[in-house]
């Protein structure tokens, strides 16, 4: 069973880099063909995807927030993180991290989510 957990600050000041990471157990993450994703949800919208790194290390992005994503992994922890820059308070929201067997497919497993809030 594939578990994923993010982990990181509730509280990012305007201005900050958000940083998120998600520890991914009872699978690797370089295994074909799958997809971890980065998906938020602010509150009152749906779902929103910012990005997502592949198996093999190659990264997508949002047009929206490629300016200022950044997903990167380390295998040795079996994890992968995300930044976000310039934060203001639009960017509170909900982040999950996900995994899905592509860009544009549903997701199989996905993390709990854990709140942002963007505050001075």
């Known amino acids: 069973q594939v578990q994923l957990q993010e982990s990181g600050p509730g509280l990012v000041k305007p201005s900050q880099t958000l940083s998120l990471a998600c520890t991914v157990s009872?699978?690797?993450?370089?295994?074909?063909?799958?997809?971890w994703a980065w998906i938020r949800q602010p509150p009152g919208k749906g779902l929103e995807w910012m990005g997502a790194i592949t198996y093999s290390g190659i990264t997508h992005y949002s047009p929206s927030l490629k300016s200022r994503t950044s997903i990167s992994r380390d295998t040795f922890k079996n994890q992968f993180t995300l930044q976000l820059t310039s934060v203001t308070p639009e960017d509170t929201a909900v982040y999950f991290c996900a995994r899905s067997r592509g860009l544009g497919t549903t997701y199989d497993y996905r993390g709990q989510g854990t709140q942002v809030t963007v505050s001075s």
């Open positions: 009872g699978g690797s993450i370089t295994t074909v063909p799958h997809y």
